[in-house]
Structure formats: structure tokens, C-alpha cells
């Protein structure tokens, strides 16, 4: 019900009669509902929720602040009769969640009504989680660890990537997950480079660097993290950018706090890396936020000037790509506090040569 109100209020900020949702998180963040087909009509004192058959008893049990309207013969023709039942002209709607196809058959034949197009309106809301959230966000968090504590110690030369990327995705299954956050990366030697290298062919090597990044999905809520590996000997270089990225990522966590921009915290990582020269080599931002989806806003990124505000989780992951070398990237999850953050991560970050 609070996030219903803190929706309405900005509803009445823009002038609307109504709000069509129609991103599947934002359906489960404001109405409950978990299940995967569906639209909400929220207006200053009615909730419809909509959807078919299969989910009706589950919309009943989960959406519990909300009406349910059965579809009829399909979702738009019941939009359009809910609408006028409801009297509404000003609607706003979803712009990063509706597609072309779908907003001419929305606004075919409903020529008297004004439709708004609204960017970001419930994600602005997501931004900042509550604490039933960040609660799930940690055990989400937790789950990685244990996940990671089981399945690096077996790591070794003779393992594909994919054999990796399988033992952490079974055992997130075997602790509970629901599954995978995203695709798992697992990016050994020159792959490294690649920031996004999916688990691939190729077999392990005593002496790679081996980037990888994985997450899970528990009760809706994402984890993310990252950690380099070292297969056997270490050579300096190796050492020298590990340290770095290390340092980096360290010295972000022991700067974020509330106040600064998304931008101002990117630079407590980037600043350090650029110091050593590496500053083209760490093309991407430091980090993100996640919750019911792995990327969210805002970012910490030079482009992001939102402030940063308790309650916030985001990831912190420098990292440094050289071509034809590799790459070390470390991330952790933190929640903003009061007067800085906390890192919810707690797997060892230290050089871990196996
Ligand atoms: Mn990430």
C-alpha cells in the first residue's frame, strides 16, 4: 500500500487520472503479483489488476490490495473497457515498456483519451529499497557466497569454463536459488579481456587469470558478484593489475556514502586506476543497482549524476581489461547507509592463487 501511495503521489505531480503498467517488475513491485503475465490500472482510489486464467487464485493470494479484472477475448480490449468504466482521460503509461505494435492497439479507437508517455515513474520508486527488500537482496547475496565457497575451491586447470559456470549454477540450485541472475561469465586468459566473455570452450591453464561473475535470483531478488582467480603462479604483471583493481574497488567502498552523485562515486575507483594509466582500460562503468532485475538505476558511472541515498544497493566493480593478456574485475553488493555503505558481499577478495 505504500508504494501504491508514494505511486499516487506522483500521479497527482503530473496530472494523471490513471497509470497503465505494463513492466513485469514494476506489476510485481506494486501489486505483489509474481506471476509473468499481466497489467495494472491504478488510479487515485481503484487498483485493477488484469490478467487470464492461469493466474487468477494466484492474483487473488498475492495482489492482495488489488481488484481483479479477469481478461475477456484479450488484454487491450479490456484495458480500453476498464478505462472507460473508470472515466479516466488523462492515462499515463509505461514509454520503456510498451512497443509500437502495442501502444496502436492501445490508442486505436480511444481517441478521446490523452495518453501520457511516463519514463522511469516506478523505477524512480525502486531506487531506494525497503528493508523487507534489502533483506532479500542479502540473502540473495549470502546465497552467491556459499555458492562460491563450494564451487572455487574444486576450480582447476583441466576445467572448462562451462564446467565452472555449470558447478556454480547447480549449486545455486542445489542452495534454493530459482536460478541464475543473468548468464554466468567465466573468462579465463586472453578471454578475460572481454568483459562480458560468456563460459565458453575453452580448458583452464595453470597461470590464467579466470574473471568470474555470477549472480542468482532468490525470491525475485538478484545477487551479483565477481571474483578473480589465479591458476597456479602468479607473475608480477598479474600481481601489479590485481593490486590495483584491488585498491580501486577499496577504496569506493570506504568512500561511498549519501550525497555524492552516482558519477562522483564511479571516480573514488576511477580515479586510482587512471592514476596508473590504466584509465582507457576500464571501459565500463563501477557500478549498478539491482533488485528485481540485475541492472537498475541508478548507476555509479561517470553519466549518472542521481544522488546516492540510504537505502540504495549497487554493486562496486572496477575492473581492468588488457587485450591479448586478460582481465581482473572484483564486485561486490552494498547498501548505502547513513553515513556510508555497507557491503553485503563477504566472500575473500585477496589475491587467491589455486
Ligand atoms: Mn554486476
Redesign the pocket.
Known amino acids: 500500500m505504500d508504494r501504491l501511495n508514494a505511486l499516487r503521489e506522483k500521479l497527482v505531480e503530473k496530472g494523471l487520472d490513471g497509470f497503465l503498467v505494463t513492466g513485469s517488475e514494476n506489476r510485481r513491485y506494486l501489486s505483489g503479483f509474481t506471476g509473468s503475465y499481466g497489467a495494472l490500472l491504478i488510479g487515485m482510489d481503484r487498483a485493477l489488476i488484469i490478467t487470464d486464467f492461469r493466474y487468477l487464485s494466484q492474483v487473488m493470494d498475492e495482489a492482495t490490495d488489488f481488484q481483479l479484472c479477469r481478461q475477456g477475448t484479450d488484454m487491450w480490449s479490456t484495458i480500453h473497457k476498464s478505462i472507460l468504466e473508470l472515466g479516466w482521460n488523462q492515462v499515463g503509461f509505461e514509454a520503456e515498456h510498451l512497443v509500437v505494435r502495442d501502444y496502436s492497439v492501445l490508442t486505436d479507437g480511444m481517441e478521446n483519451i490523452s495518453w501520457e508517455p511516463v519514463s522511469d515513474l516506478v523505477s524512480s520508486l525502486r531506487q531506494i529499497k525497503d528493508p523487507a527488500e534489502i533483506e532479500k537482496i542479502r540473502q540473495a547475496v549470502d546465497l552467491t557466497d556459499h555458492v562460491w565457497q563450494m564451487v572455487s575451491t574444486q576450480i582447476k586447470p583441466g576445467f572448462s569454463e562451462r564446467d565452472v559456470a555449470f558447478h556454480l549454477e547447480m549449486e545455486m540450485r542445489r542452495a534454493g536459488a530459482q536460478g541464475p541472475a543473468f548468464a554466468t561469465i567465466v573468462a579465463s586468459g586472453p578471454r578475460g579481456a572481454l568483459p562480458h566473455g560468456l563460459a565458453g570452450e575453452r580448458v583452464l591453464a595453470l597461470g590464467d587469470l579466470v574473471v568470474v ?1 555470477f ?1 542468482c535470483v532468490l525470491d525475485g531478488y538478484h545477487s ?1 558478484m ?1 571474483r578473480t582467480l589465479l591458476l597456479g603462479i602468479v607473475d608480477s604483471k598479474q600481481r601489479e593489475i590485481y593490486e590495483l583493481v584491488l585498491k580501486a574497488q577499496l577504496a569506493a567502498i570506504a568512500g561511498l556514502k549519501p550525497g555524492m552523485t552516482g558519477s562522483e562515486g564511479d571516480s573514488l575507483a576511477r580515479n586510482i586506476i587512471k592514476d596508473e594509466g590504466y584509465g582507457e582500460q576500464f571501459g565500463h562503468g563501477l ?2 543497482s ?1 533488485g528485481l532485475e ?2 537498475e538505476s541508478p548507476r555509479l558511472s561517470p553519466s549518472d549524476e542521481t544522488i546516492l541515498a540510504p537505502g540504495m544497493v549497487l ?1 562496486v ?1 572496477p575492473g581492468i581489461y588488457l587485450p591479448d593478456w586478460g582481465g581482473v574485475r572484483i ?1 561486490d553488493v552494498v547498501v548505502i547507509t547513513e553515513t556510508g555503505c555497507e557491503v553485503l558481499t563477504a566472500s575473500d577478495k585477496q589475491l587467491t592463487v589455486i
Open positions: 561473475d549472480g551479483d565477481t557500478g549498478h539491482l540485475i541492472h554493486t566493480e564486485e
